[in-house]
């Protein structure tokens, strides 16, 4: 209408009530909020070392023949890697890694290797040569299996007494397959080296041990260091 006046528009301010439990619950929450994201960077930029771990590498030595198309090296990365002080006062090594999928039995990935290091440092390192009894070592990869023993070889260790013991080895080894009808067979030699980053837990390591001395691979006493048994 003409003459008319424009509606007033009311300037009013909308009061916050504050509310005491409602700030109490945000700043927690902003404060628990602020400590997991500290959390999950501590836990990025934490070394991964809690239980040890390792490289190994594998290859099978056949000088006779060789595949055009075959594996030349088979690497194992173990998650898991401990040494500790037997009985004997030996110095005892031990990795593995596993892997299992849907179908446990047909896609289960396994990888066991222990080393049996006779005496102990003097100091903070050492150098062992390898024999017969050293090393014991065990693979699965789904149905196919296969296990290995050291012939020969040398490790190098250091930093020993603390919680982490470091080391490195090369060795030659014979290496057998499981067939269903003939049992282990295919006896053939194998390089292998590696290096490694090991917790002090002897309980856990002689579980791995364990495994890797199944069906007569036990090694016996420092006694049998020149017998080839299990493995001829």
């Known amino acids: 209408m003409v003459g008319s006046r424009p509606p007033r528009r009311h300037n009013r301010k909308i009061m916050r009530v504050p509310c005491r439990g409602h700030d109490e619950l945000c700043g927690r929450w902003r404060a628990l909020s602020g400590i997991g994201w500290a959390l999950i960077a501590a836990a990025m930029l934490a070394p991964s070392g809690c239980a040890g771990s390792a490289t190994v590498s594998v290859v099978p030595l056949n000088f006779q023949r060789i595949s055009p198309t075959g594996q030349l090296i088979y690497e194992f990365a173990p998650k898991e890697c401990y040494y500790w002080i037997n009985d004997a006062q030996e110095l005892c090594i031990a990795m593995t890694v596993e892997k299992k999928f849907l179908r446990p039995g047909v896609n289960q990935e396994e990888f066991h290797l222990s080393l049996v290091l006779e005496g102990l440092p003097a100091g903070d390192a050492r150098t062992y040569p390898f024999n017969t009894r050293t090393v014991r070592g065990r693979n699965r ?37 499981y067939m269903v009808l003939m049992g282990w067979a295919y006896t053939k030699q194998v390089l292998c080296f590696g290096e490694f980053t090991a917790r002090l837990n002897r309980e856990k390591g002689e579980a791995i041990l364990l495994k890797t001395e199944k069906e007569a691979m036990r090694r016996g006493s420092a006694d049998d260091r020149n017998k080839r048994e299990p493995m001829e």
Not at 144 to 163: E, L, P, Q
């Open 141 to 177: 990869q789904g149905l196919t299996n296969t296990r290995f023993a050291s012939i020969d070889g040398v490790a190098a260790v250091w930093d020993f007494g603390k919680d982490e013991l470091h080391g490195r080895f090369e060795f030659r080894g014979l290496q057998q397959s």
